[in-house]
């Protein structure tokens, strides 16, 4: 449980896994493009995909979400 409330991590996974490949652009940028514009032709492994490069993202929102709730509770 330590591990995904260190910022440090949660940081290099965004940076690494979360925009993995980098060039032409980020995937997760490219799939969530494909994703908005109507997802023709996405196939299983695409939604998963998305998933599994997403998933820092919704580690770091998630650990916001838990610093703001702990500085309002204080």
Avoid: Q, S
């Avoid at 490219?30 to 996405?42: D, F, P």
């Amino acid at each position: 449980m330590k591990l995904i409330n260190d910022w440090r991590v949660i940081i290099l996974l965004c940076l690494t896994l979360g925009l993995a490949p980098f060039l032409p652009e980020p995937h997760i940028i490219g799939k969530l493009r494909w994703l908005a514009g109507g997802a023709n032709g996405m196939a299983p492994k695409d939604y998963f995909d998305i998933i599994l490069h997403g998933f820092p993202f919704i580690l770091l929102i998630r650990l916001i979400y838990l610093k703001i709730t702990a500085i309002n509770a204080a």
